[in-house]
């Protein structure tokens, strides 16, 4: 679980997102260098109580694949959805 939902839960009490939802993840993670191209962010969708993330899920939403392979690389904790 990100740090960033465990602090939503642990302050509001709650999980503040609904199943079968698609997010965009934009804290931690870099600007795409192609706007015109890619969306921004990392794009996400909660599944049985779990906020998950793949490239496939990522390209096929029209989000950047170099964003998202940084965004991996810098959140140690976080792993693809497979």
Same mark, same amino acid.
């Given at each position: 679980?990100?740090?960033?939902?465990?602090?939503? +839960?642990?302050?509001? #009490?709650? $999980?503040?997102?609904?199943?079968?939802?698609?997010?965009?993840? @934009?804290? #931690?993670?870099? #600007?795409?260098?192609?706007?015109?191209?890619y969306?921004e962010?990392?794009? =996400?969708w909660?599944?049985?109580?779990?906020l +998950?993330?793949?490239?496939?899920?990522?390209? =096929? #939403?029209?989000? $950047?694949?170099?964003?998202?392979?940084?965004? @991996?690389?810098k959140?140690k904790?976080i792993?693809e =959805?497979?």
């Amino acid at each position: 679980m990100s740090k960033i939902l465990k602090y939503i +839960k642990k302050v509001f #009490n709650k $999980d503040v997102f609904e199943e079968g939802y698609a997010y965009i993840i @934009l804290d #931690n993670t870099e #600007n795409t260098q192609y706007p015109e191209k890619y969306s921004e962010g990392v794009f =996400a969708w909660y599944e049985k109580g779990t906020l +998950k993330i793949s490239l496939e899920f990522q390209e =096929a #939403n029209g989000g $950047d694949p170099m964003v998202f392979k940084k965004y @991996l690389l810098k959140e140690k904790n976080i792993s693809e =959805a497979i």
